[in-house]
């Protein structure tokens, strides 16, 4: 689990292509004691360090990751967001990420406002679910908020500090962005989903049922 508050930002020394999944070579400037196994968010994609040495550590990404991530198009010396896993006891300063990606979106527009950046993106249609004005989304895993959204597109603001300190000064007309929706608001879509499914009807609904399911 994360919080979409990004640590640093790491170079990609070298890629390792193995059939269709690629190994990853990261520097890891700013990351002190790194342990073998231990998860860690790449551009929002959780991964498990499986190698760590002096200046890098290597992560390893399946066919199906790269498939539905970023990932695929990096190249060394890109550079990528990094947050390790959140501990029991850290501020919760973000959101809820999970580190699993649900979408890529792409950069539609990008208009200096003062001395931020609002950034326009397109998603498709299906995710538009969960998509809301000024909740929450992990774009390339950094925790951020919606200012306004439509059907198919978000966004959001981007202070000085973010912008300076993560990949997104680097965003073009036509990045592709790691998406992550928030993960509450997927559980509650499925549960009313799972809710119309069933065989309830009004004609079902009674004391007995409002007051088994909380409502009395």
């Known amino acids: 689990m994360f919080t979409g508050l990004i640590q640093t930002k790491a170079k990609v020394l070298d890629i390792h292509k193995e059939r269709e999944d690629k190994r990853f070579v990261l520097e890891c400037k700013g990351l002190k004691d790194l342990q073998l196994g231990e998860s860690i968010a790449i551009n929002g994609v959780c991964l498990s360090v499986e190698d760590v040495g002096s200046n890098y550590f290597k992560v390893f990404a399946s066919k199906e990751t790269l498939s539905k991530t970023n990932l695929d198009f990096l190249r060394p010396m890109d550079e990528v967001n990094v947050e390790r896993a959140l ?13 699993h990606i649900d979408c890529l979106s792409y950069v539609k527009d990008i208009t200096k406002v003062g001395e931020s950046y609002r950034y326009t993106l397109s998603f498709p249609k299906e995710f538009s679910l969960f998509v809301v004005e000024k909740g929450s989304i992990a774009l390339d895993g950094i925790s951020l908020t919606i200012n306004r959204c439509g059907d198919d597109f978000l966004e959001v603001n981007i202070i000085p500090l973010t912008y300076k300190e993560t990949t997104i000064s680097s965003w073009k007309i036509g990045t592709l962005v790691n998406t992550e929706f928030d993960i509450i608001g997927k559980y509650v879509a499925k549960a009313i989903e799972n809710y119309n499914r069933s065989k309830t009807s009004k004609k079902d609904i009674s004391f007995d049922f409002l007051k088994k399911h909380g409502f009395i």
Do not use: M
Request: proline share 0%; hydrophobic share 30%; charged share 25%.
């Open 87 to 99: 501990r029991v006891g850290d501020r919760l300063g973000g959101h809820i990420v999970t580190g």
